[in-house]
């Protein structure tokens, strides 16, 4: 990475992966509400049958990928309008 950026960078890289396992850790567990929320309306012998876990672990699933994409996007996103903002201020000015 010679002659790039390499600090701002590292900075939205590590601020996007750690927003990603916060969220994406949240959404699991929504989407394991969600999906346990969904077996006791259908039937609760239904969670008795692979499909109704399969219901189960794959809302839980999704939600906390789509949790973990959208921190991601948001994190480094957020990241990087800070680290800019704060490029462009003279600090030895202000010290």
Known sequence: MSG?????RAVVETTGLGT????????????GAVGTAAISAL????????VGWCVVIGSGLALGYLAAKGGDIAGQW?????????????????F
Not at 4 to 8: E, F, V, Y
């Open 78 to 94: 957020l990241a990087g309008l800070f680290y800019d903002a704060s490029a462009s201020i003279k600090w030895n000015r202000l």
């Open 20 to 31: 990603a396992g916060f969220l994406g850790t949240a959404g699991v567990y929504a989407g």
């Open 43 to 50: 039937n609760v012998a239904l969670l008795a049958t692979p």
């Open 4 to 8: 790039l950026d390499w600090q701002r």
